[in-house]
């Protein structure tokens, strides 16, 4: 719990250095762009690549870094090209997935286990419970029929999401890419 909490203030005081703000604003526009690729199967479903920019800020920068970049993204990402009503219940559901991914990949090694673990988290709390909530209220459907629909394709597409993240932690591990409190 102690790292926990230390990774958090770690990357709260790291998120002020002009260099870690450049390079999250960076993420952030590739989160942008790699959103706009974006295939909307329906109002319910979404398949996407937007996810990798976000993961990749929590894992150099931290869980609150991450978060911001998750939210900034959705919110910058809904003004370039709105795909629904605004609704904060999703900017809510960014700011969790970056600060998963940094609760979870910041300061350790790359491994399957843990990339598994972060996108597993990201899935079930995220894509599986949060979403449909808000789909569910915004759009009146029944949570259990909005999660019926996404369960199948979220599990079906959590092995091929955590195989993408792990090849591209990866290449940024072994380019020996600093993490925020590494020369950063």
Request: glycine share 10%; hydrophobic share 55%.
């Amino acid at each position: 719990m102690k790292k926990f909490v230390n990774s958090i203030r770690l990357s709260a005081r790291g998120f002020v250095s002009p260099p870690v703000v450049a390079a999250c604003g960076m993420l952030l526009a590739l989160k942008v762009v790699l959103g706009l690729f974006t295939l909307n199967v329906s109002n319910l479903l979404k398949i996407g690549f937007s996810f990798l920019p976000i993961a990749v800020a929590g894992l150099l920068f931290g869980p609150v870094a991450g978060g911001i970049v998750g939210a900034a993204g959705d919110v910058v990402s809904y003004f370039i090209s709105p795909t629904g009503p605004y609704f904060p219940g999703f900017t809510l559901n960014a700011f969790l997935s970056g600060f998963l991914y940094g609760a979870i990949l910041f300061g350790r090694p790359v491994r399957l286990w843990r990339v598994f673990s972060a996108k597993a988290s990201v899935t079930l709390l995220v894509s599986l419970l949060l979403n449909p909530l808000w789909l569910s209220v915004l759009y009146g459907k029944g949570f259990i029929a909005v999660f019926s629909v996404r369960i199948a394709t979220n599990l079906a597409l959590l092995p091929i999401e955590t195989a993408l993240l792990f090849v591209v932690l990866k290449v940024l591990e072994k380019a020996h890419v600093p993490q925020l409190g590494q020369n950063f």
